[in-house]
């Protein structure tokens, strides 16, 4: 997160307020609920790659629209419903028969939504003022191959990144230069191999050191220069030991590479890596890699079950934030908390059956895959790339073909 406040279980999303279980909702959105991929929105919920919108409910790819539920690719619209106009009263009255702070409404219009949303053709891939760019949710961006990713030049396999330049194999940074397989590296030139090293040049396999110049296999240092294994050497020295260094680490063959996921000090299924590419533990196990059993939840300590719920948010009073609920999905235990709660009352929401971990899970369900495949567009047949895998239903068009139905 970033220059954001009040935000609850939210990822990625940057200025934004009050939003609560939403993803990459960035740039001014305010009051936006389990939404997905989206800019500027006030009063939304479950939005996905939608942007410029305002009290709008279910919707996939709406741009400039206001009033609208369960909507699909519509463009500075006003009071539609399943794609279909209506008067303003009449838009009013059905909005209202929905029953959406109701679960059951809520729930029964989503099932509707997805099937609606099914039919209505897709992007083949979400770049928007992109030149030359395969991926998906790119913003501004020029020769890039990446994911979520805005203003960048010429780098590959990038995500979640703002301004890197001539960048190979990054995550979540901001204005890195030649860096070279990175965790947050903000404003680093020449950092390769390291996580955690911000406002740092030429540094190798390093974690957390912020200010520095010309480390090797450092941690946590402030301000240094020329440091390998954060002991100091003269400019000299570091040249020759690390020279000497890599010359080992190559004819070894373990040079060039990140830190190897056996370092790691988290077990596989308490990582982002989990949600991206899932393993059992036995396939955890039997890669080496390390895994996590006494992770800190409980189950069996419920005080309200999801039954005793009441379906309708108007319904429920303060005393809930002394319940300790059961997730449907898991059964692991989770709270409601009083900001949480004042959230669902001025959405009229419907207090959530699953636990924020199940919630996430679902929400990124809704997301394509970081994956490339080649597709035919449906309409035109022209060859090109997608973040729709082949065997998927959906009608997927290329952007030629997709601006001529939607505009
Ligand atoms: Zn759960
Ligand atoms: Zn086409």
């Known amino acids: 997160m970033w220059k954001s406040q009040d935000c609850l279980y939210c990822r990625i999303c940057d200025q934004s307020k009050f939003c609560v279980d939403c993803e990459g909702v960035k740039l ?3 009051l936006v609920y389990e939404s997905v991929d989206s800019k500027r929105l006030y009063r939304c919920a479950f939005l996905q790659n939608s942007e410029n919108c305002n009290d709008c409910f279910f919707g996939f790819d709406l741009k400039g629209c206001s009033d609208c539920s369960a909507c699909v690719g519509l463009r500075q619209k006003r009071f539609h419903i399943f ?9 009013r009255k059905r909005v209202a028969e929905f029953n959406l702070s109701f679960r059951s409404g809520l729930n029964g219009l989503h099932t509707q939504f997805i099937h609606f949303a099914q039919n209505f053709p897709r992007k083949n891939m979400n770049l928007q003022n992109c030149e030359n760019c395969l991926g998906d949710h790119l913003f501004n961006c020029r ?3 990446g994911y979520v990713s805005t203003n960048s030049e010429h780098s590959h396999w990038i995500e979640r990144c703002d301004g890197p330049i001539w960048c ?16 947050t590296n903000d404003n680093g030139y020449m950092v390769l191999f390291s996580l955690y090293c911000n406002q740092s040049h030429y540094t190798f396999y390093s974690d957390n050191c912020v200010h520095c110049d010309n480390l090797f296999g450092c941690i946590s240092l402030r301000r240094k220069k020329y440091c390998i294994l954060n ?3 003269t400019k000299e020295e570091y040249e020759k030991l690390t020279g000497s260094i890599i010359k080992k680490m190559q004819q070894e063959g373990i040079f060039g590479e990140f830190f190897s996921i056996e370092m790691s000090p988290y077990g596989y299924n308490e990582t982002n890596a989990a949600e991206f590419f899932p393993f059992t533990k036995e396939e955890v196990i039997q890669n080496g890699w390390k895994w996590r059993d006494d992770l800190p939840y409980t189950t069996g300590k419920e005080t309200l079950t999801s039954q005793n719920i009441p379906d309708d948010i108007k319904n429920v009073d303060d005393s809930i934030l ?7 999905q898991c059964g692991k235990n989770y709270r409601i908390i009083r900001e949480e709660l004042t959230f669902y009352r001025s959405l009229e929401i419907p207090i959530p059956a699953y636990c924020p971990d199940c919630r996430n899970r679902k929400r990124l369900s809704r997301r394509n895959p970081q994956r490339l495949w080649e597709r035919i567009c449906k309409k035109c047949r022209e060859k090109m790339f997608s973040t729709y895998s082949p065997e998927k239903p959906e009608n997927v068009y290329c952007e030629k073909c997709y601006l001529k139905i939607v505009y």
């Open 83 to 91: 794609n279909k106009p209506y008067s303003e009263e009449e838009y």
């Open 28 to 30: 001014g959105s305010e």
């Open 322 to 328: 002394q319940e300790i609920l059961a997730c449907e």
């Open 168 to 183: 190979y194999d990054q995550i979540q940074s901001g204005s890195p230069e030649l860096c070279y397989e990175c965790i």
């Open 143 to 145: 020769n890039v191959i």
């Open 231 to 233: 002991k100091q050497y």
